[in-house]
């Protein structure tokens, strides 16, 4: 990629140009990094190996415990040493410039279609690299669900739908996914008015973003969009990824109250999937996931969110409540100050256990 592109983003030239450079030197000793799939997953693990093939102690007693495992790693791994010393620099230097390159979006508040072209498959990168270490600084995060859409001056809906699935990729890993359903309702848009789009990445979209409904308590658009999900995947020939989608269509369906609930014809479900039936009916049968029927009111959604920042804002201030239970029981309290009376999942499902 040659692209010229704006000097308000002097940083994506070096982030573009590392890339390449880091993956290679992975490949070489890809034997030391496991399932990793991330940069800074392989760094921490290639720290640990630089360390073990480094420390004459730890190989001593290895040795005299006759431990070949990690003989055998040692013996692997020390012709490779100075290129994992590199590539430990390497991704220190590559993290460096992935928070330059946001800030830079930051700072210039703006992007041109041009400038969007280069630097989008580096925002996937970005989120895919990033998210689950936390290395996106929250309020980084923020200005993309907030201003993305008044900021970026894009020339196609195709390059807003390929942006927007960016983003959902980085919020729907992250602690405030459930604040920007609006990113949704975007990309359904794009998804429906892109003429373009290939059949499979619509399906795609079409899953992320009732993936994200689900984030902010709004179920009945998460099955609508995994329903439209499954058509294409039906219209693209591709039936058994319809079955997935239609899986997770009957799974959201089983945490309605009764009454609303879609009553499925497994008749007609077996004879339209034939060998992909059993993938949908795991989705029918399901254990049921009950919610409090509170959350299908009007405007909960809204009621939600405003309740989430105050969650959040306070395990910011107090940073020790990583409990799923110490989460639900703010909650409880901050529904209760708006006249809301909320009922957690636990108290729910009686007998369920929860992580």
């Known amino acids: 990629m040659n692209e010229k592109i704006s000097t308000e983003y002097p940083h994506i030239g070096a982030y573009r140009d590392m890339k390449p450079e880091i993956d290679a030197a992975i490949k070489k000793v890809k034997f030391l990094l496991g399932y990793q799939k991330t940069y800074f997953a392989a760094q921490r693990d290639l720290r640990v190996a630089l360390r073990r093939m480094t420390n004459d ?6 040795q005299a415990e006759k431990n070949t495992v990690f003989l055998d790693e040692i013996k692997k791994s020390t012709p490779h040493k100075a290129t994992i010393e590199k590539l430990i620099g390497d991704i220190d230097l590559f ?8 800030s830079a979006i930051i700072k210039n508040g703006r992007l041109d279609s041009k400038e969007f072209a280069v630097i989008y498959p580096y925002l996937y990168t970005l989120a895919e690299d990033n998210t689950s270490h936390d ?11 907030e201003k993305t859409k008044e900021k970026c001056l894009l020339s196609s809906v195709d390059e807003y739908a390929i ?16 604040a920007y359903p609006h990113l949704a309702d975007d990309l359904v848009v794009c998804i429906e008015n892109s003429a373009n789009m290939p059949m499979k990445g619509r399906m795609e979209f079409y899953l992320e973003a009732g993936d994200y409904y689900l984030t902010s308590c709004q179920r009945d658009k998460a099955m609508a969009c995994y329903k439209k999900a499954a058509l294409t995947a039906k219209e693209n020939g591709d039936v058994e990824g319809s079955a997935y989608a239609m899986q997770k269509y009957y799974r959201a369906n089983q945490s309605f109250p009764e009454p609303m609930q879609i009553k499925p014809n497994v008749e007609e479900i077996q004879a ?3 060998k992909y039936a059993p993938i949908v009916l795991q989705g029918i049968n399901a254990p049921t996931f009950k919610v409090d029927p509170i959350e299908f009111t009007e405007n909960f959604a809204e009621k939600y969110q405003a309740v989430m920042w105050k969650v959040e804002a306070e395990i910011d201030k107090t940073r020790d409540l990583n409990s799923v239970y110490q989460r639900w ?20 499902n009686p007998g369920m256990m929860f992580d």
């Not at 102690?57 to 290895?62: F, H, P, V, Y």
């Open 57 to 62: 102690a730890l190989i001593e007693k290895m």
């Open 95 to 102: 993290e460096a410039e992935n928070k330059k390159l946001l």
């Open 135 to 145: 290395r996106i600084p929250a309020e980084l995060t923020l200005f993309f669900g």
């Open 163 to 178: 942006f927007y699935y960016l983003l959902i990729k980085i919020k729907a890993k992250g602690r405030y996914a459930f």
């Open 272 to 274: 339209e999937y034939g």
């Open 329 to 348: 029981n703010l909650m409880e309290k901050y529904f209760a100050e708006i006249n809301t009376p909320w009922r957690c999942p636990k108290a729910m």
